[in-house]
């Protein structure tokens, strides 16, 4: 493997927890020659630039973190955002990534380069950049997704998004409309209404709400998991907890009772958390447990029992300069007009966040156009050679992140280690194999939840543009073997 002509071995997009694993697993196998560049001026991505009120995770602390690096001194169960953030840091700093980022750096564009088996990354503030290979590091929980509504820029007040949440205005006292009812917005929800004068919350489908089995961590148990196995029992309590709230509810729907007893939980707690049996009814889903991915949270449906909070479920016609108006023509005044309308996940622009250009100037947003997203175990993609993706088509099982991150980042060692010991410049998988990996994929996908009928009125952002859920239909025991035993024979090292 030769390194002349180019910048840096290997170039990571994206310094969220996606590029510090990948670059973490890198120095841990050898792999130094490479640089981290992110848009932003921090590290932690989705933690970085989600600071709104509420914000923390929504899977317990003890998953959502490296199985190499685990904390033993999280304040909650569900860890807030800010230590989160922190973690992030603490991970910059104790693995000597800090001089290996380069902040303010926009990717722009990227072209394969045939002769030099090289990439060539395009950027917006640091000219052209190259490398051997590229790690795609771009998350899904940091560009914010807008509504389309008419005279959304008429609005006199202030407009912010979730994600990028402006701490300069004080909502006390104010008149505030919030708009979607997804994840981030379960959390704002309980934070702000008893802060405002007036919060209506506009819902286009109501989401599943589970009880969240959070609380602060005491001492006496942070130590204890400092003890022998202390750690180890926790964390597979929890990655039992989480495998069996989605990723097992939602690829084995049919096999396994799993979402009924959700499904069973959530209406208990539905039920014991609102009064109004009319607002109950209008919070209550009409489809099955995991065609969207489900909340946690013990104060959000309880908000909706505030006299100074209303459930408005029509929908939205308009926005004016001074609210927000229905079909039925109804206004509904407001202060602050705050868009908890999610992100770009698996979009046109967002995956990658950046112009792609592989073999014979195959462009990777067209290709997917063209013959669906899909991707060679989520990693990559044929034509796009020394191109690999940590969050890619049908990676995703809907589990921990964490646990996505170390799967993807040990297939892309294997890759790279192999073409070390063969001295290849050039790796790529081959077409029958992604082609093999994907039918696979469309096979399993009856016994998923979103393909029962009930999914129909979810409108999910599981859903791509071509109808289909690029979510891996398997377990995280599964996904994770088949990541260090895939058969490399599947790529051509050249």
């Not at 979730?162 to 909502?171: E, K, P």
């Not at 209303?310 to 509904?332: C, K, W």
């Amino acid at each position: 493997m030769t390194t002349n002509g180019i910048d840096h071995e290997i170039i990571i997009v994206g310094a969220g927890f996606s590029g510090i694993g990948a670059a973490i697993a890198l120095r841990n196998a050898g792999f130094d020659d490479f640089l981290i560049v992110d848009d932003a001026d921090g590290v932690g991505g989705t933690w970085h630039w989600n600071t709104y009120p509420g914000v923390a995770v929504d899977i317990p602390s003890f998953s959502y973190q490296f199985s190499f690096e685990q904390r033993t001194d999280w304040s909650r169960v569900y860890a807030p955002g800010r230590e989160l953030k922190a973690y992030a840091e603490s991970c910059v700093d104790k693995y000597e990534l800090r001089p290996r980022i380069r902040f303010g750096t926009t990717v722009s564009g990227a072209d394969f380069d045939e002769d030099a088996h090289r990439w060539v990354l395009h950027t917006e503030d640091a000219g052209d950049l190259t490398a051997r290979f590229v790690i795609s590091a771009t998350g899904v929980l940091t560009r914010p997704k807008l509504p389309d509504i008419p005279g959304i820029d008429s609005f006199a007040g202030v407009t912010m998004h979730t994600s990028r949440w402006d701490h300069r205005h004080d909502l006390r006292g104010k008149r505030v409309a919030i708009i979607g009812t997804g994840a981030s917005a379960v959390q704002v929800i309980p934070e702000i209404a008893p802060q405002v004068t007036h919060l209506t919350v506009f819902q286009r489908t109501p989401i599943w709400c589970l009880p969240r089995p959070d609380m602060p961590l005491p001492l006496p148990m942070r130590l204890a998991m400092k003890v022998p196995g202390g750690r180890t029992l926790t964390r597979l309590v929890s990655q039992t907890y989480v495998e069996f709230t989605f990723p097992l509810a939602a690829h084995y729907y049919r096999s396994l009772p799993t979402a009924a007893l959700g499904e069973r939980a959530g209406l208990a707690h539905l039920r014991r958390q609102v009064k109004d049996p009319v607002v109950r009814e209008a919070l209550t889903p009409k489809y099955a447990l995991g065609c969207k991915r489900p909340s946690f949270s013990n104060d959000y449906l309880s908000t909706f029992n505030r006299s100074n909070v209303t459930l408005e479920t029509t929908a939205i016609s308009a926005i004016t300069p001074t609210g927000v108006r229905t079909d039925t023509g109804a206004e509904h005044a407001a202060d602050v007009l705050i868009l908890a309308t999610g992100f770009k996940v698996m979009e046109s622009g967002n995956m990658p966040t950046y112009d792609l250009h592989g073999v014979a100037g195959r462009n990777l947003e067209t290709w997917w156009d063209e013959n669906r997203l899909q991707a060679y175990e989520g990693v990559s993609v044929p034509g796009f050679p020394n191109f690999f993706s940590i969050i890619g088509p049908y990676g995703y099982n809907g589990a921990s992140y964490f646990t996505l991150i170390e799967n993807q980042t040990r297939h892309i060692l294997r890759c790279l280690h192999h073409a070390r010991t063969t001295d290849s410049d050039r790796i790529e998988v081959t077409e029958e194999a992604n082609d093999r990996y994907f039918r696979e994929m469309l096979a399993r996908r009856g016994g998923q939840v979103f393909w029962q009928d009930s999914c129909a009125s979810a409108n999910s952002y599981y859903f791509d543009k071509h109808g289909d859920v690029p979510l891996r239909p398997a377990s995280t025991v599964e996904a994770a073997w088949r990541s260090g035993h895939f058969p490399l024979a599947d790529y051509v090292f050249t």
